[in-house]
């Protein structure tokens, strides 16, 4: 039921963000203040309804745990930036202690960090005045982490503690009646604990606040940590160029870079996470790196400081090309040239040689119509397969502000002959349609010499596995979720097709 119960919420969240992107123009104060109220009302229906498919997936046995090393002050940074909007009282603090002595987790961060979450958002529900303190303890005995939220609220009877990890249990008292919720928060929490191999504690006592904690192990030991080292991508014996690793986790991104390099004395070396950036370094030395600060569950920050602070490593060239306008940050940390996305082929070469050749260090910052800029004068033919009227929709007008011809199908087996006909330049294709699903499509696009080598980008509403993700990247340009479909991320797709094999491609 997950399609079902998600594709109309990110129809909606989709055909928002296009009336608050200003897509079609202007709106008045009350308009946007409408759109504004509807998308929140969107993103609390989708989260509730997230919540009901976490519990049903790890009750079914079908959640994955996908471990990362991470730090936890980059944690707490990023959970501070996520929960600042919820402060907006005066009379309530929230406070992070600085961790001190704890090394390097290697876990789940986006689940752990998912626990944090609930844990803060309800303190911040129920605390009418006071601290609310977030804080993390190393306990050295058992090799584990305890992060513990605590609040000065109200705090909960012994005999209720139980019964708020119930599913859809909320206790009757005078703050609760003015508190909407669900129940689910703190159920989830303990499934995702025990799948973390950890544990949540609670402390607490009518009028004395609380403190909820989740115990975490170090080190996650139910997978190899070294599981990504077998990646074909990350070594290519064959290829005499000068390898670059890429630490890229946009799939769209990744494949603009290995285009711009197709014709240079350099050939990519891809990662998406920093562990398989440091399985990739344990086999080769790069004539450079380029390094993206946000990626999945994790920012690079730390790596770039450890890179250029190792005898080993401070003297590969790092450019950093990011979202984070942070320049001055990045300069500081040892990065060897900066540059804000979108970048062009010109430059983003121009920049590599200058590193490389032991130039001074450059900085780079473009306008973020530079992609646009350079394509403006060619047209693209588009194909976009999906049964929504709305998802092609929102796909049409966020493309209208660039040279394309856009045709659509409403199922599979139409769209596999579109594609035949018209040969396009880019493909849309959503996965789970009726008749023919998006499997299909892609298996018969892909077995036939004539269209295999058309890019396709998956858009859609499934939460994609990682397994699945594995098997849909070597066949793909980019696996886009429906709810993130914005004009910057349409831009960057296009601006990849147009510039393969180092030339703009005409219809």
Not at 203 to 208: E, H, K, R
Not at 258 to 272: C, H, I, M, Q
Not at 366 to 386: N, S
Not at 474 to 494: E, F, M, R, V, W
Request: with cysteine.
């Amino acid at each position: 039921m997950s399609h079902e119960f998600r594709t109309p919420l990110n129809s909606i969240l989709a055909l928002s963000g296009l009336l608050l992107e200003r897509a079609d123009g202007e709106l008045t104060g009350e308009q946007e203040k409408q759109v504004g109220f509807i998308r929140s009302g969107a993103e609390a229906l989708l989260e509730l309804v997230n919540d009901l498919l976490d519990l049903a997936k790890i009750e079914a046995g079908k959640v994955e745990v996908q471990p990362v090393e991470f730090e936890i002050s980059n944690l707490f940074s990023a959970l501070r930036g996520m929960l600042r909007p919820l402060l907006i009282s005066r009379t309530v603090h929230l406070v992070f202690d600085e961790p001190s002595g704890i090394p390097a987790l290697y876990g789940d961060e986006g689940k752990l960090s998912q626990i944090l979450r609930n844990f803060i958002s309800n303190a911040l529900k129920f605390t009418e005045r006071g601290v609310i303190r977030v804080s993390a303890s190393l306990n050295k005995a058992d090799q584990t982490v305890t992060f513990a939220v605590a609040d000065t609220g109200p705090g909960i009877a012994k005999e209720d503690q139980p019964r708020i990890f119930e599913e859809f249990i909320q206790l009757d008292n005078p703050a609760q009646r003015n508190i909407k919720g669900t129940g689910l928060g703190l159920p989830l929490c303990r499934k995702l604990a025990t799948l973390l191999e950890g544990r949540i504690d609670l402390v607490s006592a009518l009028g004395t606040g609380s403190a909820f904690s989740v115990t975490v192990p170090i080190h996650y030991t139910s997978m190899l940590p070294l599981i990504t080292e077998s990646r074909e991508d990350l070594v290519q014996p064959e290829d005499a160029r000068a390898p670059v690793l890429v630490l890229e986790d946009v799939d769209a991104t990744r494949l603009l870079y290995e285009n711009f390099l197709r014709e240079s004395p350099f050939r990519l070396v891809g990662a998406t996470s920093l562990r398989e950036a440091r399985a990739a370094m344990r086999q080769l030395r790069p004539q450079a790196i380029i390094l993206d600060i946000l990626l999945r569950g994790e920012d690079t920050w730390s790596w770039l400081a450890e890179l250029k602070s190792t005898n080993e490593t401070r003297d590969i060239p790092v450019v950093v090309i990011t979202s984070v306008e942070d320049e001055r940050k990045g300069l500081t940390m040892g990065a060897d040239a900066y540059c804000v996305k979108p970048v062009g082929r010109e430059r983003f070469l121009s920049v590599l040689h200058n590193v490389t050749r032991g130039g001074e260090s450059s900085s780079e910052r473009l306008p973020e119509t530079a992609i646009k800029q350079e394509t403006e004068q060619i047209a693209l033919r588009v194909v976009v397969i999906d049964d929504e009227p709305a998802a092609r929709y929102v796909i049409k007008r966020l493309l209208k502000g660039h040279p394309c011809v856009f045709d659509e199908a409403e199922n599979g087996a139409d769209g596999v002959r579109l594609i035949r006909r018209t040969l396009p330049d880019l493909v849309f294709l959503d996965l789970q349609m009726p008749d023919l699903s998006g499997y299909d499509v892609l298996k018969q696009i892909k077995a036939d010499p004539v269209t295999r080598a058309i890019p396709i980008a998956i858009v859609t509403s499934a939460l994609i596995s990682e397994q699945e993700r594995l098997e849909l990247q070597p066949q793909t340009c980019a696996i886009i979720n429906k709810s993130d479909l914005s004009l910057d991320g349409i831009g960057h797709l296009l601006g990849a097709v147009l510039l393969q094999d180092g030339s703009p491609v005409t219809a």
